[in-house]
């Protein structure tokens, strides 16, 4: 991310497309009761915005300064999500948003790695991100595919990627984690995945 001022924009801009799935994620947060919860990647901080009012403990981390500067009110780390300092078992619940889809495939496996390395045993991962195919409502794919375009050629590149890859599917093993739930939103243009971290 650029600089503070698209920083700011950005969740401005994104509000009428995200607040519907940002309210959504936090009633499904709330209902499953973490103590703790990180946000991988977290950007502005914005979806931790939506669990203030709650006694969880928030944390967020992400590479770009000026998105953490717009995170201020909250505990946001500047970190790389393939190498997080945090120890092991460190949460209850671990969360990345609509951040997958936009790295390589190596870059995919290392943050997901990471985040089963901080969930604590039988705590949970959820993960938001696209996922279009033909049951996606043909406004969302288009207007989705128009925004990663425009993103660049590198995340163009890897949001094609990330879906022949079958978003998730060959990224999350069934070892470590288990499908807990999964609900398809925003059109039916990206799924919000829930997984329960085993003790294996
Ligand atoms: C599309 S934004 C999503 C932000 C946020 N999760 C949301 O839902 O609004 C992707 C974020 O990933 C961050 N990011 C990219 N590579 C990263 C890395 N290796 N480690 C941590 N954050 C990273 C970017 O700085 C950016 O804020």
Known sequence: MANYAVAK???LLLYPFLNKIR?????????????????ICCGTGNQLEYLKNT??????????PAMLKVAKHIDCYEQDARDIQFSDNSFDLV???????????DDQKMI????S???RNNGHLLIVDYEINEKTKP???????????????????NFKEYH?????????????FLLEKKVLIAGKSMALQIYRKTNN
Do not use: W
Not at 55 to 64: A, C, E
Not at 99 to 105: N, Q, T
Not at 139 to 157: D, P, T
């Open 55 to 64: 006694d969880i403990k928030l944390t967020g981390i992400d590479l770009s």
């Open 139 to 157: 406004y969302s794919r288009y207007v989705i595919n128009a925004i990663e375009f425009l993103a660049g050629k590198e995340h163009f590149k």
């Open 95 to 105: 969360m990345i948003q609509l951040a997958l889809h936009e790295k390589s495939f």
């Open 9 to 11: 924009l950005y969740d």
């Open 117 to 119: 390395r901080i969930t």
């Open 164 to 176: 022949k890859n079958e978003c998730t599917n060959k990224l999350i093993s069934n070892n470590v």
């Open 23 to 39: 309210k959504k994620t936090a009633k499904i947060i709330i209902q499953l009761n973490p103590k703790s919860v990180i946000d």
């Open 112 to 115: 997901i790695d990471e985040a």
